[in-house]
């Protein structure tokens, strides 16, 4: 079992800027973002390769949003610039202890979430 707890979320202007963390309570190779707006479907945010450092982006973030992670903490960080009102959602750090991190939505642990609000 791996538990996951994110930390970060809040509420910024449109333009602004959030870091999201994910503390893992052990290694794991694969962990992810995903988000989960009221009323629409989750969709994966991004995910990393915590071993290798491989990094994957949905289209609707990239060039807004990195990923980073510190292996002796096993945490993984997302920053996220330029936000926007349509990035508003939940945002819940996922992981998988193996196989290839993509961008599918098949992981096996999942965090509680934390809420991030991008007002116009």
């Known amino acids: 079992q791996v538990q996951l707890v994110e930390s970060g979320g809040g509420s910024v202007q449109a333009g602004g800027s959030l870091t999201l963390s994910c503390a893992a309570s052990k290694y794991i190779a694969c962990v992810g973002w995903f988000r989960q707006a009221p009323g629409k479907a989750r969709e994966v945010v991004a995910t990393v390769d915590t071993g290798l450092g491989w990094t994957y982006y949905g289209d609707s973030v990239k060039g807004r949003f990195t990923l980073s992670r510190d292996s002796a903490k096993n945490s993984v960080y997302m920053e996220m610039k330029y936000l926007k009102p349509e990035d508003t959602a939940m945002y819940y750090c996922?992981?998988?202890?193996?196989?290839?991190?993509?961008?599918?939505?098949?992981?096996?642990?999942w965090g509680p979430g934390t809420a991030v609000t991008v007002s116009s």
């Open positions: 996922a992981a998988k202890p193996g196989g290839t991190c993509g961008l599918s939505d098949s992981f096996d642990y």
